[in-house]
């Protein structure tokens, strides 16, 4: 069983930046970023892997950035040109080795606990 502990998540202003990390305590496929609202359903922000392209939401495109450090076993989740609708928990997940990335909850395995990101206008 894979752990996957999140963290950076905090309160910051419209237009700031912010990273999470997501670290794993084995070996995963492709590591993803979900995010949820208590008036949304948990939705699909980005995905990669090592040696792979990434994917993103509509939403998040070229404001998120997601990368993989191999070395530390550790996905990060570079957020910049933040708005107050990025407000949300963030999920990092991951899938089993020999799966891709992908947009579908279903996919991943492994889910961390969640980390708050409030941005403030």
């Known amino acids: 069983q894979v752990q996957l502990v999140e963290s950076g998540g905090r309160s910051v202003q419209a237009g700031d930046s912010l990273r999470l990390s997501c670290v794993a305590s084995?070996?995963?496929?492709?590591m993803g970023w979900f995010r949820q609202t208590p008036s949304k359903e948990r939705e699909f922000v980005a995905s990669t892997r090592i040696n792979n392209d990434a994917m993103y939401a509509d939403s998040v495109e070229g404001r998120f950035t997601i990368s993989i450090d191999s070395a530390k076993n550790t996905a990060y989740l570079q957020m910049n040109s933040l708005k107050p609708e990025d407000t949300a928990v963030y999920y990092c997940?991951?899938?089993?080795?020999?799966?891709?990335?992908?947009?579908?909850?279903?996919?991943?395995?492994?889910w961390g606990q969640g980390t708050q990101v409030t941005v403030s206008s």
């Open positions: 997940a991951a899938t089993t080795p020999l799966v891709g990335v992908s947009p579908f909850q279903g996919l991943y395995k492994y």
């Open positions: 084995g070996r995963t496929g492709a």
